[in-house]
Structures are given as structure tokens and as C-alpha cells.
């Protein structure tokens, strides 16, 4: 079994920092794609940032430039940053992973249970 624990989150106001990370843990062969996920109230889940395991990066267009995602293999975790929040920031944010487990076949993927951020205006 995997477990993905973010942690990082809470209120933050607008035009603050925000940092959250994100530690797999369990029966861990190896992770490919990690990436952030965000969901606000009565909207669709959608993607942040996502980082493969050689350190490539994509990012949404909405925190381009505000945003950089990271991560340790050596830990399977992975990081994001992100600078000048906007109120339209505030979601809950989910950690994702594309992880080979000891025992069973293929890349599976496994979601954190979620993070708060708020943003204030």
C-alpha cells in the first residue's frame, strides 16, 4: 500500500508565499509523474504543476511564473512553491503519484487527501 501525506497549507494572504509538500510512502519501487492538483468549491479538479522523474516541469497557465514545482527521489516527495497568491488561488490542493510498487505490475496512481489554502484579500 502507498500513502501520499501533504502537508504546508493553512491561510495565507494575498500576494504572500505559500509552500506545501507532499511524502509518498510505502511499498515504493519507484515514482514517475508526481504533480499538484487543486479543487475549489464548485469547480472541477485541475492540474497546478507536474514534475516527471528526470525534473521536467509543466504548469498551468494560471501560476506560470508564480509558481515551481520540485521534488527528492531519494524521499519520493515532492514540493510546490508559490509566490504573489491571489484570492482565486484558494482550493484544496492534492499531491498525485505515478508509483511502481514492489510485487505488482505497471505505474498506479495515488492521491493525497488534500490540503486547505486560503487566500485573503
Known amino acids: 500500500q502507498v500513502q501520499l501525506v501533504e502537508s504546508g497549507g493553512g491561510l495565507v494572504q494575498a500576494g504572500g508565499p505559500l509552500g506545501l509538500s507532499c511524502a509518498a510512502s510505502?511499498?515504493?519501487?519507484?515514482?514517475?509523474?508526481m504533480g499538484w492538483y487543486r479543487q475549489a468549491p464548485g469547480k472541477q479538479r485541475e492540474l497546478v504543476a507536474i514534475?516527471?522523474?528526470?525534473?521536467?516541469?509543466n504548469y498551468a497557465d494560471s501560476v506560470k511564473g508564480r509558481a515551481t514545482i520540485s521534488r527528492d527521489n531519494v524521499k519520493n516527495t515532492v514540493y510546490l512553491q508559490m509566490n504573489s497568491l491571489k484570492p482565486e488561488d484558494t482550493a484544496v490542493y492534492y499531491c498525485?503519484?505515478?508509483?511502481?510498487?514492489?510485487?505488482?505490475?505497471?505505474?498506479?496512481?495515488?492521491w493525497g487527501q488534500g490540503t486547505q489554502v486560503t487566500v485573503s484579500s
Open positions: 514534475i516527471d522523474s528526470g525534473g521536467s516541469t
Open positions: 498525485n503519484a505515478d508509483v511502481l510498487q514492489y510485487g505488482r505490475r505497471g505505474y498506479w496512481t495515488y
Open positions: 510505502g511499498s515504493i519501487g519507484s515514482t514517475s509523474a
